[in-house]
């Protein structure tokens, strides 16, 4: 009845394409499959009557935003934690340890995925799914930095009103919306506590210290193959940072580097 694409990377390209080629609902938890192939993907579902629904915990809050208005929205607004960096300097960042790359202060998730976070390259990826997934150019699409993890995302419409999904950060409850899609069912995560809360922060990332969002940017701009590009460098990097062979800094800088040199195709 449904597919749920949990792959990590672009390994997770071939499964997800073939479920969709058989018309299938795939709950999308990879997001690298639009980031390398979104505008295929996009034309696939087209095409064969699939249906894509993001299990992204952003993508997810947009999604139940989203609904009923889509011809009406101005702006996405994807939320970040800002990782366990936050507020750091260049400086600040030349010498940081794998291990301190890990500490999350928010989501546990894998190694890949949380270094993608502690660089901002996953709001960069986040990004480039947001363009396809939902239709929507780069310039219609901002990341603001929300320690609290509490508000998923927001969707600006053009009277001006905004709407947010607002739920603890706790993967279960996007999972189960999209496998349960159109439906909502109880669901055992935490509750917000509307007592105990005391106030929701926002902060503009910082572009210079975290240049991998930028990359996202231009990737969603241009399309083609460059987030085949982007991608494919930042899994090697990563690699090569978590085994010890490059610095913290250094994932972004060959990610740009590679970009710089790819001749893409549209």
């Given at each position: 009845?449904?597919?749920?694409?949990?792959?990590?990377?672009?390994?997770?390209?071939?499964?997800?394409?073939?479920?969709?080629?058989?018309?299938?609902?795939?709950?999308?938890a990879?997001?690298?499959?639009?980031?390398?192939?979104?505008?295929?993907?996009?034309?696939?579902?087209?095409?064969?009557?699939?249906?894509v629904?993001?299990?992204?915990?952003e993508?997810?809050?947009?999604?139940?935003?989203?609904?009923?208005?889509?011809s009406?929205?101005?702006?996405?607004?994807?939320?970040?934690?800002?990782?366990?960096?936050?507020?750091?300097?260049?400086?600040?960042?030349?010498k940081?340890?794998?291990?301190?790359?890990?500490?999350h202060p928010?989501?546990?998730?894998?190694?890949?995925?949380t270094?993608?976070?502690?660089?901002?390259?996953?709001?960069?990826?986040?990004?480039?799914?947001?363009?396809?997934?939902?239709?929507?150019?780069?310039?219609?699409?901002?990341?603001?930095?929300?320690?609290?993890?509490?508000?998923?995302?927001?969707?600006?419409?053009?009277?001006?009103?905004?709407l947010?999904?607002?739920?603890?950060p706790?993967?279960r409850?996007?999972?189960?919306?999209?496998?349960?899609?159109?439906?909502?069912?109880?669901?055992?995560?935490?509750?917000?506590?509307w007592?105990?809360?005391?106030?929701?922060?926002?902060?503009?990332?910082?572009?210079?210290?975290?240049?991998?969002?930028?990359?996202?940017?231009?990737?969603?701009?241009?399309?083609?193959?460059?987030?085949?590009?982007?991608?494919a460098?930042?899994?090697?990097?990563?690699?090569e940072?978590?085994?010890?062979?490059?610095q913290?800094?250094?994932?972004?800088?060959?990610?740009?580097?590679?970009l710089?040199?790819?001749?893409?195709?549209?």
């Open positions: 009845d449904i597919v749920v694409s949990a792959i990590v990377g672009a390994a997770g390209l071939l499964g997800t394409w073939a479920a969709l080629e058989a018309g299938k609902s795939v709950a999308l990879n997001k690298e499959t639009l980031v390398v192939a979104g505008p295929l993907v996009a034309d696939l579902v087209a095409q064969r009557g699939g249906r629904l993001p299990v992204d915990s993508h997810s809050a947009i999604f139940q935003a989203m609904a009923g208005y889509s009406s929205v101005e702006r996405l607004i994807l939320t970040g934690s800002g990782g366990p960096f936050r507020g750091r300097t260049l400086a600040d960042l030349a940081v340890s794998v291990e301190e790359a890990l500490q928010t989501w546990k998730m894998g190694p890949k995925i270094i993608d976070s502690a660089t901002l390259m996953n709001k960069a990826l986040e990004v480039i799914e947001a363009r396809w997934l939902f239709g929507l150019p780069a310039t219609q699409i901002e990341v603001i930095i929300h320690p609290e993890s509490m508000i998923h995302s927001f969707v600006e419409f053009i009277d001006g009103s905004v947010a999904q607002i739920s603890p706790d993967m409850l996007p999972i189960q919306y999209a496998l349960t899609y159109p439906e909502r069912l109880v669901c055992p995560t935490k509750r917000v506590s007592r105990e809360l005391r106030q929701f922060r926002f902060e503009m990332p910082d572009r210079e210290t975290f240049p991998a969002l930028e990359l996202g940017y231009e990737v969603a701009r241009v399309g083609g193959s460059a987030g085949a590009a982007l991608n460098a930042n899994e090697a990097a990563v690699a940072f978590l085994d010890g062979r490059l913290f800094l250094d994932i972004a800088r060959v990610c740009r580097a590679v710089n040199a790819h001749a893409f195709e549209s």
